[in-house]
């Protein structure tokens, strides 16, 4: 579903990414961890499309992105990819259902199912009784749990989640963790998210680790490279 290959990215002198290989699969929720400043953010973005990589390739459900010029990438990005935030990034001057629907909008859906979309997940989310307030008016996890409604308007395949839980009180983060993996089990999501709170890595299928630059995987760096192209090489060294 996702492969990212020898993905490089620096912010001046600072290399941040230094040869990241990564491969997620269809269906599979997993949590990045790491202390500040390993690079966890710059890499989501880049598996978002939202920043590009000094060097490597990010293939996306067998599309390699690296190539697409920035209108066909904002296309592939808003079809194929939701992203929630710990901060929600929910329009202040619209209501919770305009929120939701303003995705689906701008793919070009017809203004009436893109209403009826979101109602829909508003509904299923818990928020039927909160669609024309504004983000203002909304407690934390209302807002977090719009944000989520958004992220899935387009029926994305891939959910890109940073610190989602990260600014939400104890009773509304175990309701989001909840939430998060039955999205996964209704929807065949596939889900990728960077975290620093224990409890929510601890239920994801996995858990990788980045450390200066790169994904460690039980102590040793993470390989993009399949099993099979592992045993090939293997047969073949030992012929």
Excluded: C
């Excluded at 001046?12 to 269809?26: C, T």
């Excluded at 701008?106 to 509904?123: M, P, Q, W, Y």
């Excluded at 963790?177 to 998210?193: E, N, Q, S, Y």
Aim: proline residues 3%.
């Amino acid at each position: 579903m996702i492969k990212a290959v020898n993905i490089h990215k620096s912010f001046g002198s600072l290399e941040v990414l230094k040869g990241v290989d990564l491969e997620i699969r269809k269906g599979e929720i997993v949590s990045i961890v790491g202390p500040s400043g390993a690079g966890k953010t710059t890499l989501l973005q880049i598996l978002g499309t939202l920043d590009k990589a000094d060097e490597g390739e990010v293939i996306i459900d067998g599309q390699d992105f690296s190539r697409f010029n920035e209108k066909k990438l904002a296309a592939f990005r808003n079809q194929h990819i939701g992203f929630i935030f710990q901060f929600h990034q929910l329009l202040p001057e619209f209501t919770a259902l305009e929120n939701v629907m303003i995705p689906a909008l701008i793919a070009g859906t017809d203004s009436r199912k893109a209403k009826a979309r979101a109602l829909e997940l508003l509904d299923y989310l818990g928020l039927s009784e909160r669609i024309t307030h504004k983000p203002s008016e909304l407690s934390g996890g209302e807002k977090q749990r719009v944000a989520v409604a958004r992220a899935l308007v387009n029926q994305p395949s891939v959910i890109l989640a940073d610190e989602p839980s990260g600014s939400l009180d104890s009773k509304n983060k175990e309701e989001l963790h909840r939430l998060l993996f039955d999205l996964r089990d209704k929807f065949g999501l596939t889900l990728v998210i960077v975290t620093h709170d224990k409890e929510l890595a601890l239920l994801s299928d996995r858990v990788i680790e980045m450390k200066d630059g790169l994904v460690w995987v039980d102590g040793r760096r993470e390989s993009a490279v399949s099993e099979e192209q592992v045993a090939e090489n293997t047969d073949s060294s030992i012929v």
